[in-house]
């Protein structure tokens, strides 16, 4: 397969379902003004941006055997979607060699909101960096492992970071805002899975960093 590098200009970019990157392929917006992928309100499709899509009830490609894959420089915006009905910006089970940078997740702030920024499930390896999280239940859903992450924002979500499950990972400057009410969390497991970092942060204070430099 021939490498690609996907370029988007700045502007808005209303999009009805999801865009499926393929392998050794990059997405990348203008830096010096991001692009924003708008789901309509009728969107289809499980992200806005879906690297490994459920054909059947598993992912296409299995995990750990995702690899080349970049997304950068956008703004992705699922506020146009009902806050009760599901909605994902990115879907990014995939492993080594795989990156997402400066990236801004606008979803709805409501108090029925069960919209997810970031949605990783499974994988193995790879960089998250300059991701920046505004509203939405929870910010990023993960079981993962071997991710190195630095500088993700959590500003309103009612959960900042719910892990799925994850282990072999380095977090560096985590900033968690106000939640959109006073359950929010600033990270945790989900019910029933265990953590391993989940009491690095507990609860959501107003401007409140927290830096991280390895799961205890």
């Given at each position: 397969?021939t490498p690609a590098?996907?370029?988007?200009?700045a502007?808005?970019?209303?999009i009805?379902s999801?865009?499926?990157?393929a392998y050794?392929?990059?997405?990348i917006?203008d830096?010096?003004?991001?692009?924003?992928?708008?789901a309509t309100?009728n969107?289809?499709g499980?992200?806005?941006?879906?690297t490994?899509?459920?054909?059947?009830?598993?992912?296409n490609w299995k995990?750990?055997?995702?690899f080349?894959?970049q997304?950068r420089?956008?703004i992705?915006?699922?506020?146009?979607?009902?806050p009760a009905?599901?909605?994902?910006?990115?879907h990014?089970?995939?492993?080594?060699?795989?990156?997402?940078?400066n990236?801004v997740f606008?979803?709805?702030?409501?108090?029925?909101?069960?919209?997810v920024?970031?949605f990783m499930?499974?994988g193995s390896?790879?960089?998250l960096?300059?991701?920046?999280f505004?509203?939405g239940?929870?910010?990023?859903?993960?079981?993962?492992?071997?991710f190195?992450m630095r500088?993700m924002?959590f500003?309103?979500?009612k959960?900042?970071?719910?892990h799925?499950?994850?282990?072999?990972?380095q977090?560096?400057t985590?900033?968690?805002?106000k939640?959109s009410?006073n359950?929010?969390?600033?990270?945790?497991?989900?019910p029933g899975c265990?953590?391993t970092?989940?009491?690095?942060?507990?609860?959501?204070q107003?401007?409140?960093?927290?830096?991280?430099?390895?799961?205890?």
């Open positions: 397969m590098l996907v370029y988007f200009p502007g808005t970019y209303l009805s999801s865009i499926l990157p050794f392929t990059q997405l917006g830096a010096s003004a991001p692009p924003t992928l708008k309100p969107f289809a499980f992200g806005l941006i879906d490994n899509p459920y054909y059947s009830p598993v992912t995990s750990v055997n995702v080349f894959r997304v420089n956008f992705l915006d699922t506020t146009a979607i009902a009905t599901a909605a994902t910006g990115i990014w089970p995939t492993s080594q060699a795989t990156s997402l940078q990236i606008n979803m709805p702030a409501t108090a029925d909101v069960v919209h920024g970031l499930e499974e390896g790879g960089f960096t300059d991701l920046t505004n509203g239940a929870t910010g990023a859903s993960m079981g993962n492992q071997q190195t500088n924002k500003n309103n979500c959960t900042g970071e719910s799925l499950s994850s282990h072999k990972r977090d560096e985590l900033t968690v805002g939640p009410s359950s929010g969390t600033g990270a945790g497991p989900t265990p953590s970092t989940a009491r690095l942060v507990s609860t959501c107003p401007a409140a960093p927290a830096t991280r430099t390895s799961a205890p």
